[in-house]
Nanobody, 130 residues
Framework: QVQLVESGGGSVESGGSLKLSCVASEYPYEPVCMGWFRQGPGKEREGVVT???????RYADSVKGRFTIAQDNTKSTLYLQMNNLEPEDAATYYCAADTFRSDDYCLGSWFSTAMSTGYWGQGTQVTVSS
């Protein structure tokens, strides 16, 4: 069973930065797509950014220019650099990976619906104070 473990969450002031990490146990197949999703208090889970195995990305409009996704060469670790954090960014952040579906799904439906397909971590909490 693939396990994804997020870390790096915490409490920062508005304008601060955090870097989230997601370490994966061995995949049975190379992930087609990985991503970061978040769920704020009283909100539905939403896509933050997804990335295909070819490196194509889709970012939420609200984080463009502030957040950056990255992977290590083995693709066993996924990162999310978050700069200029705003109170609206406060949420539980989840790492996820999918090993079967297409690039179109990765950058389309999966991102927009945050559907619970593939593998998911337990989440890491981000708090941003104003």
């Amino acid at each position: 069973q693939v396990q994804l473990v997020e870390s790096g969450g915490g409490s920062v002031e508005s304008g601060g930065s955090l870097k989230l990490s997601c370490v994966a146990s061995e995949y049975p197949y190379e992930p087609v797509c990985m991503g970061w999703f978040r769920q704020g208090p009283g909100k539905e889970r939403e896509g933050v950014v997804t990335i295909t195995k070819n490196g194509d990305t889709r970012y939420a409009d609200s984080v463009k220019g502030r957040f950056t996704i990255a992977q290590d060469n083995t693709k066993s670790t996924l990162y999310l650099q978050m700069n200029n954090l705003e109170p609206e960014d406060a949420a539980t952040y989840y790492c996820a990976a999918d090993t079967f579906r297409s690039d179109d799904y990765c950058l389309g439906s999966w991102f927009s619906t945050a559907m619970s397909t593939g593998y998911w971590g337990q989440g890491t909490q981000v708090t941003v104070s104003s």
